[in-house]
């Protein structure tokens, strides 16, 4: 096989692979939003049946020989070069798991987050606890299959932060933690009163549209290259070119939920759309990492979306929707928005408090990968540290191991991931102002352009060239560094609260 015959296998191969990955988003998504719970299990099955067929593609020994040709080729590329590391890393990672394990998991959590979703709406554990265990034994037996060094954790981060370890995030969470208990502290102490939310039913026809007018400002094309519905848990799908879709949630007594939850999905579909879709046929219109992702989603949620400028510029289009909030300033709105209050809900925290949230299940997830923990023991040890880490503790298990929807779906090592978009967002943020001085002045005129546009040349349009650390660099000069998201937040949060 010739250099150019097992480029083009690679490149062909991989198409193959990313159809079938198509054809299983659509049926997950489908699970998700509109599929009747009779279909569940029959569905599931064919989920199931199609990820045997993926996972055989990505075992086929030819790709090894295809790997074989081109081992000693030394002018390759960087783009045909990163094709070949994908394959490397994924062939070795993929033949070393069974077809019937693959099946397995698939199915597990197909099922899985039918049933998390059915013992949410009930509040009762004990109907999600054995597909939980089914879960977790699976991803352990995977982590088995595949190998690693150290910590059993460290196979789950690596399936989303690439050489993200145990070792490293216990040396970042650590003074993350203490800086964030630092402010929390010092807001308490804080004699500012935040007005409270207006009351009214926010009906959803009304929040749809605040939810289409504010996805049209940031940059998402939901008109002709994705869509918006509504879930339980709200997600981003990328189904293929030209369709990117996400799902929110609307509390009809909650407008601050669905917007920004919808605001956050914006964040991650608008990468989607803007990937380095030409580079498709090397596997490089994906991002590098979900940590990278992330700080997509977050950056537009808080650093845009709860920022004052961004609020000056479209406060009074809310208030043209929703009247209830005819009696609140813009300055109250915006206290209301950043307040710092411990919370139960992940999803709801505020900036100040969100990463405490990860680092609980951080910890959680740790425990259970190595076998401390049994699932029976998982809702009184969730309880024990929000009451440690917050001083709350939840009045039931909806409210708390069972509030989200990763583990249903064996995503066990993604949670850090959240953080690390803070650390990432942030520091991406000080490299913007600087690059773009008056940027505060255009979001207060209801101008995203230029961030989109910034963020679409220096990050999405990057897709998969460059590992996480490259891209942090390529784009800021130097490595991450935690501080930019303490600074971000100290300077905030000590101006709303007068610290």
């Given at each position: 096989m010739t250099k150019q015959e097992a480029i083009h296998f690679l490149q062909e191969h991989l198409k193959s692979m990313k159809y079938l990955e198509s054809a299983m988003g659509v049926l997950?998504?489908?699970?998700?939003?509109?599929?009747?719970?009779?279909?569940?299990?029959?569905?599931?099955?064919?989920?199931?049946y199609l990820s045997v067929e993926h996972h055989k593609l990505a075992t086929d020994t030819r790709i090894g020989c295809a790997l074989n040709a081109l081992e000693n080729e030394s002018d390759l590329m960087q783009v045909e070069q990163k094709l070949v590391d994908f394959f490397k890393d994924s062939f070795e990672k993929n033949t070393k798991i069974p077809e019937s394990l693959q099946r397995d998991l698939t199915v597990a959590t197909s099922k899985g987050g039918q049933y998390w979703k059915q013992a949410k709406e009930k509040q009762d554990y004990s109907i999600f606890k054995p597909y939980l265990q089914k879960v977790i034994d699976l991803v352990i037996k995977q982590a088995e299959c595949v190998g690693?060094?150290?910590?059993?954790?460290?196979?789950?981060?690596?399936?989303?932060?690439?050489?993200?370890?145990?070792?490293?995030?216990?040396?970042?969470?650590?003074?993350?933690?203490?800086?964030?208990?630092?402010?929390?502290?010092?807001?308490?102490?804080?004699?500012?009163c935040i007005k409270l939310h207006p009351s009214g039913e926010f009906d959803k026809a009304r929040q749809e549209k605040l939810t289409n007018q504010v996805l049209d400002m940031m940059g998402y094309d939901y008109h002709e290259a994705g869509r918006i519905d509504e879930t339980e848990h709200p997600f981003t799908t990328s189904l293929g070119i030209g369709d990117t879709r996400i799902t929110t949630h609307y509390y009809e007594d909650n407008l601050e939920s669905g917007l920004f939850s919808s605001i956050h999905e914006g964040g991650h579909a608008i990468y989607d759309q803007n990937m380095p879709h030409e580079l498709s046929d090397y596997g490089l219109d994906e991002a590098p990492s979900m940590g990278i992702h992330e700080s997509q989603s977050r950056f537009y949620e808080n650093i845009i979306g709860r920022s004052l400028p961004f609020w000056k510029g479209y406060y009074k289009k809310l208030q043209e929707l929703f009247p209830e909030y005819g009696w609140t300033t813009l300055e109250e709105f915006y206290g209301m928005i950043n307040a710092v209050k411990p919370s139960l809900i992940r999803t709801e925290a505020d900036e100040v408090t969100y990463s405490l949230h990860v680092i609980i299940r951080y910890e959680i997830e740790k425990l259970m990968m190595s076998g401390e923990v049994t699932v029976d023991e998982l809702p009184a040890l969730w309880n024990q540290k929000y009451e440690e880490y917050l001083g709350i503790t939840p009045t039931n298990d909806s409210e708390g191991v069972m509030q989200d929807v990763h583990w249903s779906e064996a995503l066990i090592g993604y949670f850090p991931s959240y953080a690390l978009g803070n650390l990432y967002g942030a520091q991406f943020y000080h490299q913007m102002k600087k690059e773009i001085p008056n940027v505060e002045e255009q979001l207060e005129a209801g101008d995203l352009s230029q961030v989109f546009m910034?963020?679409?040349?220096?990050?999405?349009?990057?897709?998969?060239?460059?590992?996480?650390?490259?891209?942090?660099?390529?784009?800021?000069?130097?490595?991450?560094?935690?501080?930019?998201?303490?600074?971000?937040?100290?300077?905030?949060y000590s101006k709303i609260y007068k610290l």
């Open positions: 997950s998504w489908d699970m998700e939003v509109m599929a009747p719970v009779k279909g569940i299990e029959y569905r599931s099955e064919v989920l199931g690693y060094e150290g910590h059993i954790y460290n196979a789950c981060l690596d399936d989303f932060e690439k050489g993200m370890t145990v070792e490293e995030l216990d040396r970042i969470f650590p003074p993350l933690r203490d800086g964030l208990v630092k402010l929390l502290n010092q807001i308490k102490e804080s004699r500012v910034w963020l679409k040349e220096k990050i999405h349009s990057q897709g998969n060239l460059y590992s996480p650390s490259e891209l942090v660099e390529k784009v800021t000069g130097e490595k991450l560094n935690p501080m930019y998201f303490l600074d971000y937040l100290n300077e905030k």
